[in-house]
């Protein structure tokens, strides 16, 4: 049974940017509950190392932003997203200054000082704004603070929602998120938090795979509730790789930034030829996609097991000055950067679909938001450019602050919410059956749904997934809740829907990269992929399909 019933205003669930910016904005008008599943800095944010892109050179402009933005997104953003977050990319720097935020500066003519900007990626002009090499932390730890500090913020570490309430759940009328069930990972019990607005901002999902840069507790938990909860999502086959992880057994998920590769860094084979220009005249400056099949490919080709990223043609203070912290993690692991190529590979990155929202951050479902990686906005398309996601959470948390606030006091109050139901469950003598299907699901994701696919791994893939969720829906029903069985359950749910969407996709767009259909179908219109849900209420208020 459960502990305790929390009821409050807002519940936001997830503490990155995305969640924490939200909390700050919200908080002068409400009370805020807001729930990090670990410790509160561990999330995708806190890693983040290049930056947030915003056009703040007198030399760019929100049209060039607009433009590559496109280019990148391979036909699928959706124009109106896109011109929506670049325009209010100052506005969201400005105030992340105003919270304390070190970004780093550089002096100018005037005597002043002006944000230092890198240029990454895709990118055509220098408009990242960052904190040296870790701006990520840089965003957490100071929103961190500022939200302990308010007096009308609760956060709780540790606490993992098992599924959201909604009214149609209950056998209530209308269609409306009334709070979560929560396990208390402390105490192991399951609580019920009420609210009258839940907010998603639980990140991506890219720990479906076996290698992936993210933080463990990516597993798409927001992505599979809200689709749980009769929320469509769409475009899931767009998972990006990032293309340099650091390459050491011991290393775990630590990124090179795609900064290097901007500020000059050269990719190289083994025997130290650049082979870039085999495959995109940007070279190392090519969009993630293009640089991460290209790394795939000459891994593949040569029974490799890495490629090497050198900048160690730039004077070694040059190096130190912009990457610190890569430096420092490299000496760790025996790589001088300044003296040396280091070994890197692709790894699972980005989830560049999700739980599709309106540019107020509102879902299918009254009264819940999503926010951020969790959210499919149309802003990325087919590939995430680099540094558009952080500005993404901040843009758009700031959007449902705004969408939600003025509905504070007319918001109905919660109804008295069952206790969760534990009556009929035993404790698990067999967490083995977690674990194993836990590796099974990694593994199989990354031989037949990763950087490069076909019709056959992607249906082999498939029918290993329906077999897991059944036995994952099995101990589900019969045994008490654990965080990795919560976990599971949502990454197979999350799996399922990225290999159906893949399957959907005729083309190679983008991320999406298929050996059975390796050219755009430039002769058919350009749609999302958007999945249904059987208990979908169809609301009519968020215009996604495409024609």
Not at 211 to 232: F, K, L, Q
Not at 308 to 322: C, Q
Not at 351 to 380: K, M, N, P, Q, S
Request: glycine share 8%; charged share 20%.
């Amino acid at each position: 049974m459960t502990t305790s019933l929390v009821s409050t205003d807002v519940l936001i669930i997830g503490c990155g940017a995305a969640g924490l910016s939200l909390a700050l904005r919200l908080a002068k008008a409400a009370r805020v509950v807001a729930l990090a599943k670990g410790p509160l800095h561990e999330g995708s944010t806190y890693y983040a190392q290049g930056g947030v892109s915003a056009v703040l050179d007198a030399g760019d402009s929100i049209e060039s932003h607009l433009h590559d933005t496109l280019i990148a997104g391979a036909g699928l953003c959706h124009a109106d997203a896109v011109r929506f977050t670049v325009e209010h990319g100052r506005t969201v720097i400005e105030w992340l200054s105003e919270q304390g935020v070190p970004f780093t500066m550089e002096s100018n003519a005037e005597g002043g000082a002006d944000y230092h900007l890198h240029r990454e990626g895709g990118h055509s002009h220098r408009r990242i704004v960052h904190a040296a090499d870790a701006t990520g932390r840089a965003i957490q730890t100071t929103l961190e603070k500022r939200a302990s500090q308010h007096p009308n913020i609760t956060l709780h570490d540790h606490h993992s929602v098992v599924d959201l309430i909604v009214s149609r759940k209950l056998g209530l009328a209308g269609n409306r998120c009334l709070g979560a069930y929560v396990l208390n990972r402390d105490s192991g019990q399951v609580e019920v938090i009420a609210a009258r607005f839940v907010v998603l901002a639980t990140g991506g999902a890219s720990r479906v795979y076996l290698y992936s840069s993210n933080p463990d507790g990516s597993t798409g938990d927001g992505i599979a509730m809200a689709w749980r909860a009769g929320c469509r999502v769409a475009n899931m086959e767009f998972m990006q790789f990032h293309p340099t992880c650091l390459y050491h057994p011991q290393a775990k998920n630590f990124l090179i930034s795609e900064a290097v590769r901007g500020e000059g860094g050269h990719l190289l084979l083994p025997d130290g030829t650049r082979f870039m220009r085999n495959f995109d005249t940007r070279m190392e400056l090519a969009p993630r996609d293009i640089v991460a099949r290209a790394i795939d490919h000459e891994m593949k080709r040569l029974g490799a097991e890495c490629m090497y990223l050198d900048i160690s043609h730039k004077p070694a203070n040059f190096v130190k000055d912009h990457f610190p912290n890569i430096y420092a993690k490299c000496l760790e692991y025996g790589f001088d950067m300044t003296r040396q190529p280091i070994p890197v590979v692709p790894a699972a990155h980005y989830t560049c679909g999700g739980v599709i929202t309106d540019l107020r951050a509102r879902t299918d479902v009254e009264g819940l938001y999503a926010v951020g990686e969790v959210a499919f906005t149309g802003l990325h398309g087919a590939n995430r450019m680099a540094s558009n996601s952080l500005l993404e959470c901040l843009v758009f948390a700031a959007a449902a602050a705004e969408d939600i606030r003025p509905q504070l006091e007319r918001a109905p109050a919660p109804p008295a919410l069952p206790a969760w139901d534990e009556s009929r469950v035993t404790d698990s003598d067999e967490e083995v059956v977690v674990s194993h299907n836990w590796a099974e699901l990694r593994q199989f994701m990354w031989d037949y749904v990763g950087i490069v696919r076909t019709n056959k791994r992607l249906q082999r893939a498939q029918n290993r997934v329906e077999l897991l969720l059944r036995e994952i829906d099995e101990y589900y029903g019969n045994f008490r809740i654990s965080s990795n069985l919560i976990e599971l359950r949502n990454l197979a749910q999350v799996a399922e829907l990225i290999i159906r969407s893949a399957l959907a996709r005729k083309e190679s767009r983008g991320l999406h990269y298929t050996l059975d259909y390796p050219l755009a179908n430039e002769a058919a219109p350009v749609r999302d992929t958007v999945l249904v849900p059987t208990n979908f209420a169809g609301a009519e208020v968020l215009p996604y399909w495409r024609d």
